[in-house]
């Protein structure tokens, strides 16, 4: 791969990456982690063919690594947001049963 045609390619991982976060936003972590495989292995294969990295390289770079970050916020969020409803859940269960114990 020449380098013209890595720099392509890292910008169809910039579109990747901006597909990606709408699915993470919305929990659907099947989904995000298999687009999330595919822009690895596109990451990889322009890896070697970008260096030395420009400047544009860099912010292109820059870029995949902020939606990247707010994909993983977003996917935390939803993981700490289920994670409240299941306490509370147990929490409401553990109240049904002392309820019937005591008559």
């Not at 820059?62 to 707010?70: F, P, S, T």
């Not at 147990?90 to 002392?98: C, N, S, W």
């Amino acid at each position: 791969m020449n380098r013209q045609e890595a720099a392509e390619q890292l910008q169809r991982v910039i579109e990747l990456s901006r597909q990606i976060l709408p699915f993470a936003e919305s929990g659907d972590a099947l989904r995000t982690a298999l687009l999330d495989l595919q822009r690895r292995e596109m990451l990889d294969g322009v890896r070697v063919a970008l260096q030395p990295l420009t400047g544009e390289d860099q912010a292109m770079l820059a870029e995949i690594a902020a939606l990247n970050d707010r994909a993983l916020g977003a996917l935390e969020h939803r993981l700490r947001s289920k994670a409240r409803e299941i306490d509370l859940a147990a929490a409401g269960r553990r109240a049904v049963v002392a309820y019937a114990a005591n008559g």
